[in-house]
């Protein structure tokens, strides 16, 4: 959805125009792989997958988890639409990463 500014002070919320099943997943599924793709956790999974020497139990605990932490992101960004305004969600979002980008410079600059 995007949020369109109708200059009086309103906002209205429209959809794109391609929502197909394929389009959705695979945007899903190319943000999950790029953002996860180095990321400490697939570290931590490849190193459990080395140490215990059971690929299949580790990769099975990894995905299992990985589908249970983007349900809930699911759920409760759909209750949290319900509830917050979309342009107020943007906002927050935005400053929580401008934040955490701030602290991350910081603690590199600091080390």
Not at 68 to 87: F, Q, Y
């Amino acid at each position: 959805m995007l949020l369109m500014n109708k200059g009086d002070g309103e906002e209205e919320i429209r959809r794109p125009a391609d929502q197909s099943f394929w389009k959705v997943a695979g945007t899903g599924f190319t943000l999950i792989l790029v953002a996860e793709f180095g990321d400490l956790t697939q570290i931590m999974t490849a190193n459990l997958a080395a140490r215990y020497d059971d690929p299949v139990s580790v990769g099975l605990g990894a995905v299992l988890a990985l589908w249970a932490v983007a349900g809930l992101g699911i759920v409760g960004g759909k209750a949290l639409m319900k509830r917050v305004p979309l342009g107020l969600i943007t906002k927050i979002a935005a400053l929580l990463m401008v934040g955490l980008g701030v602290w991350s410079l910081y603690e590199a600059v600091a080390a």
